[in-house]
Structures are given as C-alpha cells and as structure tokens.
C-alpha cells in the first residue's frame, strides 16, 4: 500500500486511541499501576536490607534497580544512569530469569553511595531501619513516578495483548494450525500455513530474538510480525526501534527467508511508518485487519 494510505490510517488510528482512553479505564489503571509501584518498592528494600545491601539485591534480581535509581537525588532514567555507570547493563533491569553481572550490582551499589536522596533515607546514617513513617514517605515520594512508567505499560501491554489474540484468531479461521513454540534456528522450520505465538529466531549477531507471531508463508518464507502499541509519538519511535533492530537482525542472518511485518496501534508519527516502509517491513493497521487477513490469503 502506499504512503498515502499509511498516513491516513495513522491518523485514523490517533483518533480511535483517544476515544478509548476514558477517564474511568484511566483511572482503574492508574490504580493497578499504584499497587505495582508499592510493590516493587517493598520488594527492593525488602531484598537490599533497606539499602543496607543493594550490591546483594540487584544480584538477586536485576529489576530492583528500577527502584533504587528513583531513589537517588535526583532519579536518574536508564540513559542517564548508564552514562554515569556504563559497567551497569540496561538490561539487567529486566533479567528476572537470570542473575546480573557483578559489575552491575556493584554499579547501582556505587550510584546508592554516591547519589542516595539522603533526606529521604535518614535511616542509613543512623545505622537502623527504617520506621514505618519513613517509609511510608518514600512510597510517596517516588511512587508516582515508578507508576507512571508501570501505567504506560500496564495499556501497552493489554492493548498488544489483544492484538496477538485477533492476528491468532484470523489465522484460525482461515485454517491455519498452530504449533508449539520453538527456536527457529533452520530454514523450512515452519510449514506453509502453520503459526507460532511468542517464539524465537535465531540470529547471527546476538541472541535470539522473540516475535510475538511467527507465520509459515511456504517456500521456507516465514512472516515475522510484531504487535507494538504506542502511547504518545515519542514513545513510537522507541516501539519502531524495536522492530527495525529485530527486522535487521533477522535480515543479516536469514536474508530473504524471514520477512517481518508490523501490526500498529494507537499514536503512530507518520515518520515512524515511513522507516518502516523504507526498510521493507509490511505495515498492517488493528483497526484495518481485513487487509491483514486478505494479505495473508495472497501471499
């Protein structure tokens, strides 16, 4: 499809994500999002001895340094705080399944030691825990921000959630069969007209890189696309980030044999889909899924 169409359905697709963001739906997620935050911060000064210990927290789960960088005066962003420590690995914040390096514990350690928001954690110069009035103030006083974060996914994800369970429940109906999850690391792993939800393909260059729906479209061809929702134009370019990195990988290691393709919603730049477009990716709309659905009977 042209350009042209892209644009517009952009468009379409901004105005159809503010309808749905009523004041009510944001509010009971801004609660979720709350409770998460609270319980992230419990879980963090729990495992680090009330920052008594953060090397011995973030080795025990690198998500704790989400926390412990709000923590600091002022909080720093996962950029900031990989400038300042660039031992410390942004993605050991998201390493729930496997153990930090050292040099990252001993890095948000260090940042504790250096730029620790000493006002709001007066137990650790009293050589104490802290009392419950205390922490009741840093729940407060960083809450809101770790929230804000947990929110925007909170949406994203539900939303992506939904767009997964529609590619699916078209593939299905027009008889396609699902397989179970696997890495694709062979050519022809993946049959003409059969799926997989969140599996891998190897690459390369780095680690294997997960697809949220993988398609078999014959001739050893499989379709690789990405469910990504977006929030706000900034945020898109991070999401579109996300596939081109992914797109590249698996071009450089598979060539011609894995395309991908992009399922968008909600606030999309028109630049954004033009990267895309640039780079070979097939565009696809969630509010358009009969174009999807003829695409795949063409293809």
Known sequence: MSKEYHAEQAARARVIYAASRTAESDASDWEVA?????????????????????????RASGEHSKVIRHILAPPLSQDQFSLFYPS???????????????????????????????????????????????????????????ASQHFATI???????????????????????KLPSSLLDTRASLPARHFMHKTRFATATSRPQEVDVALGL????VLAMECKVTNDATNSIKRINDILKKAHAWKEHWGSFVRTAALLQGVIAEKDVVRLLDANVEVFWSHDLERFEDWIASA
């Open 218 to 221: 014959g001739g050893s061809v």
């Open 34 to 58: 709350i409770a998460e935050a609270r319980s992230s911060i419990s879980n963090a000064l729990r495992a680090s001895d009330y920052l008594r210990d953060v090397p011995g927290a973030i």
């Open 88 to 146: 410390w690995s942004k993605s050991s914040e998201k390493a729930a399944s496997r153990r930090p390096s050292e040099a990252s514990a001993s890095a948000v350690g260090k940042a504790v030691g250096e730029r620790r928001w000493e006002s709001l954690t007066p137990w650790i110069e009293s050589g104490r825990k802290p009392t419950r009035r205390e922490l009741e103030r840093v729940y407060w006083a960083i809450g809101t921000l770790i």
């Open 155 to 177: 949406q994203r994800n539900r939303l992506a959630r939904i767009q997964e369970q529609d590619v699916i429940a078209i593939l299905v109906k027009n008889g396609w069969t």
